[in-house]
């Protein structure tokens, strides 16, 4: 092989490595997250384990917010509010009696097992 090839073999894998290693999934606030599995214990764990950071989140940027999502953002400041349990309780059951785009109430989806 050519030194040419090799250098260019080379620089296509550290491209390849740098996006991947680059490329974050979007993470919830871990005390959010922590508040949402204890006000909804009673769901199917392994539904919440598995939708994680998309129960608020969608795509791959913490910014993208489901419909969900932005429903709690407009209560909750992510940096001010994760180290205060009542208030995130507080915003989750607020927005459990909230319209969701379908007309149902977010608690009613969520009942329903529908994250």
């Given at each position: ?36 599995k ?11 384990a ?48 909230m ?17």
């Amino acid at each position: 092989m050519s030194i040419s090839k090799q250098i260019t073999t080379i620089a296509v894998m550290m491209a390849v490595g740098f996006v991947t290693l680059s490329a974050r999934p979007a993470f919830a606030v871990k005390q959010f997250y922590d508040e949402f599995k204890e006000v909804y214990g009673n769901l199917d764990a392994s539904m919440v384990a598995k939708a994680k950071c998309n129960i608020c989140h969608e795509g791959k940027s913490k910014k993208d917010k489901n419909a969900y999502g932005k429903e709690l953002d407009k209560l909750l400041d992510r940096k001010k509010d994760a180290k205060n349990p009542e208030k995130i309780r507080e915003a989750l059951e607020k927005v459990a009696g909230m319209k969701s785009p379908s007309g149902k109430t977010w608690g009613e989806i969520l009942k329903a097992g529908k994250l």
